[in-house]
């Protein structure tokens, strides 16, 4: 049996209040269409979306929490958490879009640029056409350039998206006052020792990790 096929759905007490603290939150940010009925934990969900033990998920009627975690906080810890995760989801739905355009818009440029740059290129070097014995060369200079753009791309566009993360957190902070919630429950997370996601860790990592964001949530609470 895989990660994926180990669920437990919410029908117990503490998943009630869960649900109910969720409700809470929605109406306090301004959230009207809050739709979850459901607690789910789960370690992934759709076509193999993680389930982050610090990032709630929601979907159609179902919160998705991560099942490495349950049973390990009190339900009224989950309140910052939610808060932060329904601000991104919903507060910054267009940036988050925006983002995804853009890495995508990213990709079909480079491509694109990396096509034309590798023709011209041959081109010059091969006046007369390029010989039948180097074909392979054809594609040497494109794959050079098409790896240096996406890249390029990756390092641009991941800092971005890390920071929406922060940016909710930020919000769920100085806007509601759960700052110092949020930092504490993310510290209990960290302590448990549930940091075993490498897409999270690197310059290309488009979710910053449980540590960045305590880090970064402790140095705006000073500020």
């Known amino acids: 049996m ?44 759709g076509k193999g979306k993680y389930v982050l033990p610090d990032l709630p998920a929601f979907h159609q009627d179902t919160l998705f929490l991560s099942d490495k975690l349950e049973g390990k906080l009190a339900p009224e810890d989950w309140r910052a ?6 601000i991104y989801d919903e507060k910054l739905r267009l940036k988050r879009r925006f983002g995804v355009a853009a890495t995508l818009s990213g990709f079909v440029l480079v491509f694109l640029a990396a096509y034309l740059l590798s023709s011209i290129l041959l081109s010059i070097w ?28 990756g390092a641009i566009t991941s800092p971005y998206t890390r920071h929406l ?30 940091e075993q996601y490498p897409f999270r860790r690197g310059r290309f990592a488009h979710v910053p990790s449980v540590a960045d964001r305590i880090q970064k949530l402790s140095k705006d609470s000073e500020a």
């Not at 306090?28 to 979850?36: D, T």
């Open 2 to 45: 895989n990660d994926a096929d180990h669920i437990s759905y919410g029908t117990s007490e503490k998943n009630g209040t869960i649900l109910q603290i969720g409700q809470e939150v929605s109406s306090r940010i301004g959230i009207s269409q809050y739709r979850a009925r459901r607690v789910q934990w789960i370690q992934k969900y």
């Open 81 to 86: 958490l939610l808060c932060s995760s329904l």
């Open 126 to 153: 091969f006046p007369r056409g390029l010989p039948s014995y180097s074909i392979v060369g054809l594609g040497v200079p494109f794959i050079a350039m098409l790896i240096g753009g996406l890249w390029l791309v």
């Open 165 to 194: 993360i922060f940016i909710a957190d930020r919000m769920t902070s100085r806007e509601l006052g759960l700052g110092s919630p949020l930092l504490i429950s993310l510290k209990k997370i960290e302590t448990l020792g549930l």
